[in-house]
């Protein structure tokens, strides 16, 4: 089975604009989860999708958005970027919804993120 | 406010001795905790899990403890490799609800000396 394949691997951007990063899941997960990860936080959750319905979000401003199409494969977008949203953004993709039980998340390599 | 703490930011082990990295959680609902390990540029990759109901879990080379009373637990690494260098993010869910999918901790960096 191929893995999470994040796209893309790495931009750069400015204050201001805004971003869009994508994720396909493993084949047959229905359950696509995003976090950030910066220096000295570790991985903050950002929000879970399954199905193409927003389970969980996690304590980022609106700016912070996502979605997931019929094929499980989903987008995170952030407007109106700001210094501090530079970071690695991970994708992960499970069968079941994350925090059913005894589920294993399988993550991407990451979409690193430059804001300038 | 930080459900699961890995209170060591680095552990430095010398080649072919115990590796113990810990964890501790505030979160009493938390039922299901995993270890992942991650190297720079490449995503987080799954080590090991134990469910609440067990107290001990063993893969090769990796063991994970689980203290429920003490809402600790830990990974020790026996004998350490060169290639157990990476950084090592402990995660916990729980299954009735109450978390957001996993929360992690901050991760601990480990290095292995030769």
């Known amino acids: 089975k191929a893995g999470v394949t994040q796209t893309p691997r790495y931009l750069i951007k400015t204050r201001g604009q805004q971003v869009t990063l994508s994720c396909s899941p493993i084949?047959?997960?229905?359950?696509v989860s995003w976090y950030q990860q910066t220096p000295g936080q570790g991985l903050q959750f950002l929000f879970e999708?399954?199905?193409?319905?927003?389970?969980n979000k996690g304590n980022f401003p609106g700016r912070f958005s996502g979605r997931q199409f019929s094929n499980s494969r989903s987008e995170m977008n952030v407007s109106t970027l700001e210094l501090g949203d530079s970071a690695l953004y991970l994708c992960?993709?499970?069968?079941?919804?994350?925090?059913?039980?005894?589920?294993?998340?399988?993550f991407g390599a990451g979409s690193r993120l430059t804001v300038l | 406010d930080q459900q699961v703490k890995q209170n060591s930011p680095s552990l430095s082990v010398q080649e072919g001795r115990i590796s113990i990295l810990n964890c501790d959680y505030t979160n009493s609902m938390f039922d299901y905790f995993l270890w992942y390990k991650k190297y720079p540029a490449e995503g987080p990759t799954f080590l090991i899990s134990?469910?609440?109901?067990?107290d001990k879990n063993e893969d090769g080379r990796f063991t994970v403890f689980l203290n429920k009373s003490a809402k600790h637990l830990s990974l020790h690494i026996v004998p350490s490799q060169p290639g157990d260098s990476a950084v090592y993010f402990c995660a916990a869910s729980a299954s009735g609800g109450g978390a957001d999918g996993l929360t992690f901790g901050k991760g601990t960096h480990l290095i292995i000396q030769p």
């Open positions: 999708y399954f199905s193409e319905t927003q389970r």
């Open positions: 084949s047959g997960h229905r359950s």
């Open positions: 992960a993709s499970s069968e079941r919804p994350a925090g059913s039980g005894a589920n294993v998340l399988t």
């Open positions: 134990i469910s609440s109901i067990k």
